[in-house]
C-alpha cells in the first residue's frame, strides 16, 4: 500500500544526553547541566564529538541549596521537578 502523504517520510529517533558541571567563579556555585542532542540513526563512530554529530542545546542553570538542604527531600523533589519541567518545555517543539 503506497501514501503519498508519507512518500520520503524517515523515522529519526532522538537521543538526548545530559550531565552536571558546577560552576564556581561569579555563579554562586550554581549547577549546569549542559543538554546535547544527537539523532539516533547515526552508526556509534560518527556520534563521537569529532564528527559533530553532537550538539549542546541548552544549559540549565539548577539551584544549589545551603548544605544544610542536601539531605531535604523537600528540596530535591524541587530541583527534581524543576529539570524536567524545563526540559519538557524545551523538547515541546520535537
Known sequence: VSHTDTHGVMYCPIILGSDNTTVLVTTGHIEYH?????????HNSMRSAYCNAII???????PKGDHR????PEFHKFKW?????LISAILQTL
Not at 538542604?69 to 531535604?72: A, V
Not at 521537578?81 to 519541567?85: G, K, S, T, Y
Open 81 to 85: 521537578q524543576l529539570f524536567h519541567v
Open 34 to 42: 549542559p543538554m546535547y542532542l544527537s539523532i539516533g540513526n547515526l
Open 69 to 72: 538542604y542536601n539531605d531535604n
Open 56 to 62: 549542546p542545546i541548552v544549559f540549565l542553570a539548577i
